[in-house]
């Protein structure tokens, strides 16, 4: 019996997702466990794998289409099974037994595609006004100038006659393509500003601090910290981490990580989660990092990072960065954080204030170290600091905790050796 595969929710924030490729075609067999397509979800891409043993009878998602969860991707079932009940309950809307109730059919795999995806351009984007001008989705226009193709030749087959990337794909294979200059595609005579497809991840970003901005009531508490020491005993780590031919350097932002969570651990009350009618105090502590990538932000996880050296920390940080830039993190290392760290002194930033990744109950704020004029028992010397804001969650922390919590952080960043005993 046929089996229909629909889009499955492959994080927990999942709500939608990009078919980034098709690793199997119509009339391929398809074993249980093997890969049949890569997604991109709102964290990264991953891959998915049949759940049945049969032939691929029928794709019903196309390269580049963002559907929600749930949405149809293929029939999977015997050679030369008949499955035209099945393909017309779903362009009813009404679906026969089999659709209605499916079997899962797709689960991730354990580890995300080692690649990067292809940028997907929805062919559900709405197409361009009709006024005239040409409609093209921006990454198919993208495409087109790389490949010097001359648009006018190519037939849409988007919404509307919108040019999507499957489109220009398909031109770029046919032998006798009218090719004109990049410049000609790149700048239309009126100039009309550009649409850009949102990815998964930043579809997910907006909905997520939205919801979060409207419903947790955010405080924010700011104080200065003397860097000084922790900037001499970050050069002494390093003189003997380079000694010792490691390779490791530890930056400031480990040694955030490190104080951060022997401060958690010192006081528990701002490791905490409020949930409805009751507050989740962890045992553990583990920090998320948020780290820039190209659709927007994601947050790698430190797990227990009081028990981990800083030299463990600055190797782990650096690994789970280039691999959530790469989209390969798999859900377990970006999820389970019980509280988070933003870090924007390497732009060079003084102070600013961070929205609360839930469930977490607070996100600190760092901003640039610096050497600035301070007054020294009356007299105005040079001094290194550092200027940080910690938003909490009014609903699970008060403003005493917070100022709590910052006096244990204190403690660890001007005098550093405490990270190390």
């Given at each position: 019996?046929a089996?229909l ?6 994080s ?5 997702g990009t ?6 075609k ?13 997604i991109e ?11 049945h043993?049969?032939?691929?009878l ?7 289409d963002?559907?929600p969860?749930?949405?149809p991707?293929a029939v ?8 035209s ?6 362009k009813?809307?009404t ?7 499916p ?17 997907a ?11 005239g001008r ?8 993208k ?17 509307g ?11 770029i294979?046919?032998p006798a393509?009218?090719?004109?200059s990049?410049?000609?595609?790149a700048a239309p ?7 850009l497809p949102?990815?998964q991840?930043?579809k ?11 419903t947790t009531?955010?405080?924010y ?6 860097m ?12 003997g981490l380079?000694?010792?031919?490691s ?13 951060s969570a ?18 989740v105090q962890?045992?553990d ?8 990538v ?7 996880v430190?797990?227990n990072?009081?028990?981990k050296?800083l030299?463990t920390?600055?190797?782990e940080?650096?690994e789970?960065a ?6 390969r993190?798999?859900?377990n290392?970006y999820s ?6 933003s870090?924007l ?6 102070e ?6 839930p469930p ?6 760092c901003?640039?170290v ?5 007054v ?5 010397r ?5 200027r940080v ?6 609903r699970a922390?008060?403003?005493a905790?917070?100022a709590?919590f910052?006096?244990e952080?204190?403690?660890f ?7 190390l005993?």
């Amino acid at each position: 019996m046929a089996e229909l595969i629909t889009m499955l929710a492959l994080s927990p924030t999942m709500d939608e997702g990009t078919l980034v490729e098709w690793l199997k075609k119509e009339g391929d067999s398809v074993s249980e466990g093997e890969l049949i397509a890569e997604i991109e979800t709102d964290k990264a891409t991953m891959e998915m794998e049949s759940f049945h043993d049969g032939v691929l009878l029928k794709l019903l998602a196309a390269k580049g289409d963002a559907l929600p969860v749930g949405a149809p991707l293929a029939v999977i079932g015997q050679k030369n099974e008949d499955i035209s009940d099945l393909l017309a309950s779903l362009k009813s809307g009404t679906p026969a037994k089999a659709a209605a109730e499916p079997a899962p059919a797709t689960v991730a795999a354990a580890s995300p595609v080692t690649t990067p995806a292809t940028p997907a351009s929805p062919a559900s984007a709405p197409a361009s006004p009709e006024d005239g001008r040409m409609k093209v989705s921006p990454v198919a226009r993208k495409m087109a100038v790389e490949a010097g193709l001359n648009l006018s030749s190519v037939s849409g087959s988007g919404p509307g006659g919108r040019i999507v990337m499957r489109d220009i794909e398909e031109a770029i294979a046919r032998p006798a393509t009218a090719k004109v200059s990049a410049a000609a595609i790149a700048a239309p005579a009126d100039a009309a500003p550009t649409k850009l497809p949102l990815s998964q991840m930043r579809k997910t970003i907006a909905r997520r601090l939205v919801e979060v901005w409207t419903t947790t009531p955010h405080f924010y508490v700011t104080a200065e910290f003397d860097m000084a020491k922790t900037m001499a005993q970050r050069k002494e780590i390093n003189e003997g981490l380079a000694a010792s031919g490691s390779g490791v350097k530890v930056s400031v932002n480990d040694m955030i990580i490190k104080a951060s969570a022997l401060a958690l651990k010192a006081y528990p009350k701002v490791n905490v989660s409020f949930q409805g009618d009751h507050l989740v105090q962890y045992a553990d502590v583990h920090i998320g990092i948020a780290v820039a990538v190209d659709d927007g932000l994601i947050t790698p996880v430190i797990r227990n990072a009081d028990l981990k050296s800083l030299s463990t920390i600055a190797t782990e940080v650096r690994e789970l960065a280039g691999r959530a830039r790469e989209k390969r993190l798999k859900p377990n290392e970006y999820s389970g954080g019980t509280f988070s760290i933003s870090n924007l002194g390497m732009f060079g930033i003084d102070e600013f204030s961070a929205i609360i990744n839930p469930p977490e109950a607070a996100i600190l704020a760092c901003g640039a170290v610096q050497d600035i004029p301070v007054v020294v028992d009356g007299e105005v010397r040079v001094g290194t600091r550092m200027r940080v804001t910690l938003s909490c969650d009014h609903r699970a922390v008060d403003g005493a905790a917070g100022a709590g919590f910052l006096l244990e952080l204190r403690k660890f960043l001007e005098n550093p050796i405490l990270m190390l005993i």
